[in-house]
């Protein structure tokens, strides 16, 4: 009997350090409504959820300013797939660390992804994006 306390009382502790955090689950919203505003190219959404100085830089190293990130995903309506993130927080930061394919023309392109979102006032913002790409897995 002990021993199944034991390995109860475990359980638990070991969920503790896997529960998501108010300002995680903040974050995880902010990066769902950017992926939904991107796929379906909403300028008005974008423009709320990236800072002014944003810097989105992708895997061919151009790298764009806010409004020619929604330009670009205006236009585009952002084809892709996000894998296996992990968010971290630090305070008023947070990064999102992802594997994401990208579908085009030319076939699928896996990448890692970083994003960097700061809290401003109750919001996250989006302030830097950037893919490398990867080989295929």
């Given at each position: 009997m002990n021993k199944m306390l034991f390995a109860a009382v475990m359980l638990a502790f070991s969920m503790v350090g896997l529960a998501e955090t108010a300002d995680e689950a903040a974050v995880r919203a902010a990066h769902e409504a950017f992926l939904k505003a991107?796929?379906?190219?909403d300028g008005a959404a974008l423009k709320q959820i990236f800072a002014d100085g944003l810097q989105y830089s992708h895997s061919n190293s151009k790298?764009?300013?806010?409004?020619?990130?929604?330009?670009?995903?205006?236009?585009?309506?952002?084809?892709?797939?996000?894998?296996s993130q992990t968010i971290h927080v630090y305070?008023?930061?947070?990064?999102?660390?992802?594997?994401?394919t990208a579908h085009g023309?030319?076939?699928?392109?896996?990448?890692?992804?970083?994003?960097?979102?700061v809290k401003n006032g109750g919001n996250w913002r989006m302030v830097e994006r950037h893919t490398t790409r990867i080989a295929a897995q």
């Open positions: 991107a796929k379906a190219g790298l764009e300013n806010k409004q020619e990130a929604i330009d670009a995903l205006m236009k585009s309506k952002g084809n892709f797939e996000v894998h305070g008023n930061a947070a990064t999102i660390r992802a594997k994401v023309a030319a076939g699928d392109t896996p990448l890692t992804m970083l994003q960097v979102w």
